[in-house]
């Protein structure tokens, strides 16, 4: 039989899909879901309920026994796992960073529109650029870049670019310490019932142990702060190659949805250590005064 992997319809998602099969030893078969994401493209991603809203129908496929696992972007995923699921598999990270298409940030003149969903996207960039003017986007990838604003920008994942092969005409990298990453971010993570051993024992083919830490720590930062944060928030985790007695680095950040305040910390530790990292960056960021944004936001933290 082969193993079945459930996953939304769009490009990304199936190139995803795609290329963790190919990771896999055994056949497998696809199981498109139709996602209530993806079915409402006139309202904001936070205002429907945030990250799961492109998971929950994938995952009920696995729960109900129409497919065996569920690939998804790890920046979709909750910060809790639901119940019954474990993450079997997080695949080799691509480029976690952000790509801002249409103009370079020092080409964007005063009031410049920047057309973009996400939350965290606008707060770090009103904090570098208070004087931009932002709309809403939703769509697919190539939807979003047939939609740059005249005289302005729209900001995409990088790594959904390069899945996908699109090399925009005019495009600017914008490096963690200008746009730190939502958790997660490049990332695939693959979900599977946790009682079912044979498909979480087929899954370890496709697992990266170096992402797998690094997405661990960031998840673990994100929870500290409470499943229904909806502020902008973002982390990136990553392993020093030469080693030492603290090769892993986490750099998270909580902001204002104006972007008006930014609170942002790093910290160094083992890999093992990657979620206690993540966790007391948490803490720390709610101390410097993230509890009184999650407070006026109405989100309490864990």
Avoid: Y
């Amino acid at each position: 039989m082969p193993l079945r992997l459930a996953t939304r319809g769009s490009p990304l998602a199936l190139w995803q899909a795609r290329f963790v099969a190919a990771l896999l030893a055994g056949p497998t078969e696809l199981v498109v879901v139709d996602t209530s994401g993806d079915r409402t493209q006139d309202r904001p991603v936070w205002e429907m309920g945030g990250q799961g809203v492109f998971v929950k129908e994938v995952q009920a496929a696995v729960l109900d026994g129409r497919a065996d696992a569920a690939v998804h972007s790890a920046k979709d995923l909750p910060s809790q796992t639901a119940p019954g699921l474990v993450i079997g598999a997080v695949p080799e990270r691509a480029d976690a960073r952000d790509v801002l298409v249409g103009a370079r940030l020092d080409e964007l003149v005063p009031g410049a529109p920047i057309a973009t969903g996400s939350v965290r996207r606008r707060a770090q960039l009103a904090w570098i650029r208070p004087d931009l003017t932002f709309t809403s986007l939703r769509g697919n990838i190539a939807t979003r870049l047939d939609r740059v604003p005249h005289g302005g920008a729209i900001v995409m994942a990088a790594a959904a670019l390069q899945r996908l092969e699109l090399r925009p005409e005019r495009s600017e990298v914008l490096e963690p310490h200008v746009m730190l990453p939502q958790v997660g971010q490049g990332a695939i993570a693959v979900e599977c019932r946790e009682d079912d051993e044979s498909v979480r024992a087929q899954l370890i083919a496709a697992d990266h142990a170096s992402t797998r830490a690094c997405v661990d720590a960031e998840r673990a930062f994100l929870g500290r702060l409470g499943g229904g944060c909806d502020l902008p928030v973002g982390a990136l985790a990553v392993i020093d190659a030469a080693g030492g007695p603290a090769p892993l680095h986490v750099e998270a950040l909580l902001a204002s949805l104006d972007g008006r305040i930014l609170l942002r910390s790093g910290a160094d530790g083992a890999v093992a250590d990657g979620p206690e990292l993540g966790a007391a960056l948490a803490a720390d960021l709610l101390a410097a005064g993230g509890r009184d944004l999650l407070d006026d936001a109405g989100t309490r933290p864990a």
